[in-house]
């Protein structure tokens, strides 16, 4: 039975070594991301971030400072003390001493005097999201959980937008439609869409990968831990069941008859419904079964059903390959299907608007997926 | 097949940063409008955002960018429809059970083989073989997340114990299939069943074997209990004449031999036929889980059961509440009594209890004198327990019936006070009414004898025991 040990720690590293390497995949593509938005934000705002850290630490300490303070007006009053300048100034050594705060800092916060102008405070705000942003993704990578990983992505693009408009960002945007492949190539948004579809589909089947891997490998060091100890015989409760056995007849004075019984019992009431009982018959079972049927034991440790990732690389660069060139091509049908229409009817304002553009676009969204399902449905019926 | 696919939160938040693009693209489209207007009306947010209106160039970018991830999520829609349209339904799937008549308590070992025939991957499975809770996974895993490419196949197992006595079912094998990007999931329960009989206990009976071995052979008192004396083929003993004795006993060799009259005495051994009677009714089925009284009631059954093959007796079984349930005629034999097991562990509490309707029945196929065990908790109409009685006796029918004590059975030892004065109230109440039937019984010369848990299967041991002594249902 060693043997299937063996094969069980083989499998156990290799599962671990694809693993890894799934994960650094991972890691890698959102670095790449990351970096790109760097290049095209102000690194004023990762800076604002971190300052919005501090202001929240600061605000957390004002709410303690506040109950610390009443708690001490309350007690000076009871000891007839109405000097509010001494409870004011304890109680900003006490939270001094608690927190260790620039005391002058919270005074000014205290008494009103906060120089933050309004651009700054959106600054904070949007400098803190991106880094909430980041926060998810850390949380993505060591989890898997592609919810992490979405609500990171939306966090982005939506701080993107809005350090755009506060001017702390360079997104370089032509005119619609695009003259060139140059406007196309030089484009932010373009560079940003392509880079987040590309992360979306590609971390997101990683992450699948991962996560199947990470439970298998779970599964993997359960069985072995329990197979090994119900085969190599480490069982801690051995010693203890047979202390017990042994006190128990020592310790009473029977007559050779109720000795002789006792023995006929002892064997099997020491160990009857404990550990020891069922791990015996565990072993014996697997072993019977594993005489009768060779697989039958790596069906039992999971050897047997191993995921198998050789085609997940190659379905997700298929999966890029067609999905993505036929989402752009359907996405620029819809849009020059509407411009076709603005040109056809030129006299009537509805039709030139971005509303009926996306009106197009749903509308060939629902056809495209009735006629996908509907051939679908024939094919494989 | 009519599955239901779901769209998980990821999806969500997928469909959420799509439709905020659309809607995004679609208010900057009129952001310069709104510009304009809170110029004139002397509100100035340019300091603010000083490159508003340069953003407005975004939005067709943003339209085309939320067209391609909407389209894009359409077409892992149908492709994951296409998988569980197509590979669900063709998917092959198979279990092997070891053994699948077993006793509670021991084990069995199940094996699932998923076959995918088809020419697509499954991308993410979670399959569970269902398991009742009346067995319990000792070893290995009733559940496996995994992909299944075209073509390929998987094979899992895990080993179980029997927990509870009874028929059950192993199975359906529920499987959830997730897309790739875990934007689509949908369960599916395959109906693939598997029968599992658990005869009750076979620890009681273990114990008697170990204490006939270390008896040599015999059971305490088994060489005195079970003999008659006087018939029979096997020599007993010589003793002297009486004068009651027949001519025939002399043994005159050794009459001559002795220089007196001595007799030769044979002895055979007692035969009588029992019937295990146990109350199924659906009150039998309370008590501690695993442990109710129907439980213990099976277990004692398979244990006289067993005893009286051993003894060479006559035995049979029957199932009843409202009706009769499962019956099975007096016989011998290790197959009888395998036969007898199976019907045990076909016992589910259900219905009233209708003695008189059971000992009717009794009486249409063993028209015989024989003797009854009848394990029932008594919670049905005393007048019908009492009618059942009278029925019994008047066909030659010896009934001992067996109570198990319904409070010692249900509520658990307290651990408060309060518990305590219930636990006591509550037996003082039951013990005046089982003194109530009690009495009515015994005026037909028939025993009630109460058992709790602890006790249950040796006075159903020890009633039999006086029936073999007295010659009780005696063929």
């Keep these: 039975m060693r043997i299937y040990l063996d094969l069980l720690n083989r499998e156990r590293r290799s599962l671990l070594l694809r693993y890894a390497s799934f994960k650094m995949l991972i890691v890698i593509f959102?670095?790449?991301?990351?970096?790109?938005?760097?290049?095209?934000?102000?690194?004023?705002?990762?800076?604002?971030?971190?300052?919005?850290?501090?202001?929240?630490?600061?605000?957390?300490?004002?709410?303690?400072?506040?109950?610390?303070?009443?708690?001490?007006?309350?007690?000076?009053?009871?000891?007839?003390?109405?000097?509010?300048?001494?409870?004011?100034?304890?109680?900003?050594?006490?939270?001094?001493?608690?927190?260790?705060?620039?005391?002058?800092?919270?005074?000014?916060?205290?008494?009103?005097?906060?120089?933050?102008?309004?651009?700054?405070?959106?600054?904070?705000?949007?400098?803190?999201?991106?880094?909430?942003?980041?926060?998810?993704?850390?949380?993505?990578?060591?989890?898997?959980?592609?919810?992490?990983?979405?609500?990171?992505?939306?966090?982005?693009?939506?701080?993107?937008?809005?350090?755009?408009?506060?001017?702390?960002?360079?997104?370089?945007?032509?005119?619609w439609p695009p003259a060139s492949v140059s406007d196309l190539i030089t484009n932010s948004v373009v560079i940003l869409a392509m880079l987040t579809f590309f992360i979306i589909e590609i971390c997101g089947n990683l992450a699948y990968a991962a996560t199947i891997i990470d439970e298998y490998y779970k599964k993997i060091d359960?069985?072995?831990?329990?197979?090994?100890?119900?085969?190599?015989?480490?069982?801690?409760?051995?010693?203890?069941?047979?202390?017990?056995?042994?006190?128990?007849?020592?310790?009473?004075?029977?007559?050779?008859?109720?000795?002789?019984?006792?023995?006929?019992?002892s064997g099997m009431y020491a160990l009857e419904e404990t550990g020891e009982e069922l791990s015996s018959k565990v072993a014996g079972l697997i072993r019977s079964e594993g005489k009768n049927d060779r697989e039958f034991v790596t069906s039992i440790l999971g050897l047997k059903s191993v995921p198998r990732f050789t085609t997940t690389v190659l379905s997700i660069i298929t999966g890029l390959l067609v999905k993505l060139p036929l989402a752009i091509l359907?996405?620029?049908?819809?849009?020059?299907?509407?411009?076709?229409?603005?040109?056809?009817?030129?006299?009537?304002?509805?039709?030139?608007?971005p509303a009926f553009s996306l009106i197009i676009l749903t509308l060939i969204v629902v056809l495209f997926y009735l006629f996908g399902d509907f051939i679908a449905r024939r094919k494989f019926r | 097949?009519?599955?239901?696919?779901?769209?998980?939160?990821?999806?969500?938040?997928?469909?959420?940063?799509?439709?905020?693009?659309?809607?995004?693209?679609?208010?900057?489209?009129?952001?310069?409008?709104?510009?304009?207007?809170?110029?004139?009306?002397?509100?100035?947010v340019g300091f603010l955002f000083p490159r508003a209106s340069d953003i407005v160039t975004f939005a067709p970018w943003l339209l085309v960018f939320s067209g391609i991830l909407l389209f894009a999520f359409v077409l892992s829609y149908l492709r994951f429809s296409m998988q569980v349209r197509i590979v669900l339904p063709r998917l092959e799937i198979t279990r092997a059970v070891s053994n699948d008549r077993i006793f509670q308590g021991e084990l069995t070992s199940v094996k699932i083989r998923i076959e995918n025939p088809t020419i697509f991957d499954l991308d993410r499975v979670i399959l569970t073989d269902m398991v009742p809770d009346t067995f319990d996974i000792v070893f290995g895993e009733n559940h496996v997340e995994v992909n299944i490419p075209a073509g390929g196949k998987i094979e899992f197992a895990y080993i179980l114990r029997a927990a509870a006595r009874g028929v059950h079912l192993i199975g359906p094998v529920s499987i959830m299939l997730m897309d790739k990007s875990s934007f689509f999931a949908t369960t599916i329960e395959i109906p693939v069943f598997s029968e599992i009989r658990v005869f009750p206990s076979y620890r009681d009976i273990k114990r008697l074997e170990i204490t006939q071995k270390t008896m040599g052979g015999f059971l305490p008192g088994q060489h005195t209990m079970f003999k008659l004396k006087g018939s029979g083929y096997d020599f007993h003993q010589l003793r002297q004449f009486y004068y009651s004795d027949?001519?025939?006993?002399?043994?005159?060799?050794?009459?001559?031999?002795?220089?007196?009259?001595?007799?030769?005495?044979?002895?055979?051994?007692?035969?009588?036929?029992?019937?295990?009677?146990?109350?199924?009714s659906y009150t039998m089925g309370y008590g501690y889980r695993r442990f109710t009284k129907l439980d213990f009631a099976t277990r004692a059954g398979a244990l006289v059961a067993y005893l009286a093959q051993k003894l060479?007796?006559?035995?049979?079984?029957?199932?009843?509440?409202?009706?009769?349930?499962?019956?099975?005629?007096?016989?011998?034999?290790?197959?009888?009594?395998?036969?007898?097991?199976?019907?045990?562990?076909?016992?589910?509490?259900?219905?009233?209890?209708?003695?008189?309707?059971?000992?009717?029945?009794?009486?249409?196929?063993?028209?015989?004198?024989?003797?009854?065990?009848?394990?029932?908790?008594?919670?049905?109409?005393?007048g019908a327990i009492v009618e059942g009685v009278k029925i019994a006796l008047a066909h030659k029918l010896r009934p001992a019936i067996i109570v198990p004590m319904s409070p010692l059975f249900e509520i658990p030892p307290p651990r408060s006070p309060f518990r305590q004065i219930f636990r006591e109230a509550v037996m003082i109440e039951y013990m005046r009414r089982l003194n109530t039937i009690s009495n009515k019984i015994a005026r037909f010369g028939v025993r009630v004898l109460p058992a709790t848990p602890q006790n249950i299967i040796s006075i159903v041991l020890e009633s039999y025991v006086r029936a073999k002594q007295r010659m009780i249902g005696a063929i």
Excluded at chain 1, 238 to 262: D, F, G, H, N, Q
């Design chain 1, 30 to 175: 959102l670095v790449t991301y990351y970096m790109y938005i760097n290049s095209i934000i102000n690194s004023n705002a990762w800076t604002m971030g971190l300052v919005a850290f501090s202001f929240i630490k600061l605000l957390f300490v004002v709410a303690v400072f506040s109950i610390v303070y009443s708690f001490m007006l309350i007690s000076a009053f009871a000891a007839n003390v109405y000097d509010y300048e001494v409870i004011y100034s304890a109680s900003l050594m006490l939270i001094n001493s608690i927190f260790g705060t620039n005391v002058s800092r919270l005074n000014n916060i205290l008494v009103g005097n906060v120089t933050l102008s309004i651009g700054d405070l959106l600054l904070m705000i949007l400098g803190f999201l991106l880094w909430i942003s980041v926060f998810y993704n850390i949380s993505f990578v060591a989890k898997g959980k592609v919810s992490h990983f979405m609500w990171s992505l939306a966090i982005i693009l939506l701080t993107l937008v809005g350090l755009e408009a506060m001017g702390q960002a360079n997104i370089m945007v032509s005119e």
């Design chain 1, 222 to 265: 359960r069985l072995s831990k329990s197979f090994r100890e119900i085969l190599m015989g480490q069982i801690r409760s051995e010693l203890v069941t047979s202390e017990r056995e042994s006190e128990s007849v020592s310790k009473l004075r029977l007559s050779p008859l109720a000795l002789l019984m006792l023995r006929g019992y």
């Design chain 1, 330 to 353: 359907l996405t620029l049908l819809a849009f020059i299907l509407a411009n076709s229409f603005g040109s056809l009817y030129p006299e009537l304002v509805e039709i030139r608007t």
């Design chain 2, 1 to 44: 097949m009519i599955l239901k696919i779901r769209i998980t939160n990821v999806a969500g938040i997928y469909l959420l940063i799509t439709f905020f693009g659309f809607f995004f693209a679609l208010s900057l489209f009129q952001l310069k409008y709104l510009l304009s207007f809170l110029k004139a009306s002397g509100v100035d």
């Design chain 2, 246 to 280: 027949p001519l025939k006993l002399i043994d005159w060799k050794a009459s001559a031999r002795l220089g007196k009259l001595m007799v030769r005495e044979y002895h055979g051994e007692k035969v009588i036929k029992i019937y295990i009677l146990i109350d199924t």
């Design chain 2, 312 to 382: 060479q007796d006559f035995f049979g079984v029957m199932l009843f509440s409202s009706t009769v349930h499962n019956f099975v005629k007096a016989g011998r034999g290790r197959g009888h009594f395998m036969q007898i097991l199976s019907v045990l562990a076909e016992a589910e509490p259900e219905g009233v209890a209708n003695l008189p309707g059971a000992i009717r029945y009794l009486i249409d196929y063993e028209p015989r004198s024989c003797f009854l065990v009848i394990i029932s908790d008594l919670e049905s109409d005393v």
